[in-house]
């Protein structure tokens, strides 16, 4: 997996007048990227939280969200589906409100970030649309490594077209299933097994609605999903085939849960919470 080096992301948030910022409607805050908010607040770029795959979560977890970043973390947050276009005129606008806050004049630059599978590229291709060809090479910037160029996107918005890669943060099956691609994964037995519990911690019926199996241990679960396609070794079920078939069919979206946010962001000494 290519990451974006983070000279590289410092020389894109340098261009950009505001930085979007994806995460997963299922599990924001293990698929955002405190490194990128932190350098882009140092080098002073408003960061807009953008909840992707919004079709996934009920809108009122998605709206909890929205608030929470906001609220409790002071961050702009909107929630959207790139894949289905949903959300994508109010983010606009959300872009458009941020660029005027900051002072931007004529041009509007937009970068996009995110751990991967977020949906960076779906969102792109969304923002760029069928009529945004015109594309025009970065201002004469000497000394930088982006060969990437500006996409029209519609009024004053230009977006940098190529998507920074950023590394997952925070450890957790989140970081493992987007730290490398799934056929590299060592273990992607014992992987899977983590995240059918971390899925069925917060939605029981997950995979009954994915896969049809009520069962709620993962090597049933990766049992029923190799006798289902027809995976077998040595006349067992392929459990290592079936392994990499979840973590795909998860970061594709075709498993579904979701948790509200917190009273207060994780990890912050007052309160009681965990
Ligand atoms: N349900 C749902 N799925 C989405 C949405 N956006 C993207 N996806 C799916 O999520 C997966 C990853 O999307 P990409 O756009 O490739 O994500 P990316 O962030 O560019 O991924 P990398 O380039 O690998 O870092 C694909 O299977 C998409 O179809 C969305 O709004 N809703
Ligand atoms: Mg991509």
Redesign the pocket.
């Known amino acids: 997996m290519r990451f974006a080096s983070w000279r590289l992301v410092e020389e894109i948030l340098t261009l950009s007048n505001v930085v979007l910022e ?1 995460v997963d409607s299922r599990d924001p805050l293990n698929t955002r990227c405190p490194k990128l908010e932190r350098l882009a607040a140092r080098l002073g770029r408003p960061v807009v939280v953008v909840i ?5 979560v009920p809108r009122p977890v998605c709206e909890a969200w929205v608030r929470y970043f906001r609220e409790v973390e002071g961050l702009e947050a909107v929630y959207i ?4 276009r949903l959300g994508t005129r109010v983010l606009r606008g959300k872009v458009v409100e941020v660029a005027e806050r900051t002072g931007a004049r004529d041009r509007v630059v937009v970068s996009v970030f ?1 751990v ?7 969102l792109v291709n969304t923002l760029k649309g069928k009529h945004s060809a015109t594309t025009s090479p970065y201002p004469g910037t000497p000394g930088y490594t982006v060969k990437a160029r500006l996409y029209r996107i519609g009024g004053r918005l230009y977006l940098v077209d190529t ?1 920074g ?1 950023l590394p997952p943060e925070g450890g957790g099956v989140e970081s493992l299933i987007r730290s490398k691609p799934v056929d590299e994964l060592d273990n992607p037995i014992a992987v899977a097994a983590e995240l059918v519990a971390k899925v069925l911690k917060y939605n029981p019926k997950a995979f009954e609605v994915a896969y049809g199996t009520t069962s709620a241990s993962a090597e049933e679960i990766l049992a029923y999903v190799a006798k289902r396609r027809g995976w077998v070794r040595g006349g067992e079920p392929d459990l290592y085939e079936a392994a990499k078939a979840l973590i795909r069919d998860y ?3 075709r498993i579904v849960y979701y948790y509200e946010p917190p009273v207060r962001p994780p990890g912050s000494p007052s309160g009681s919470e965990g």
């Open positions: 994806l992707n795959k919004a079709d996934l589906s790139a894949q289905r995110g991967p599978k977020v949906g960076k590229s779906t998507p890669v970061l594709d979206g």
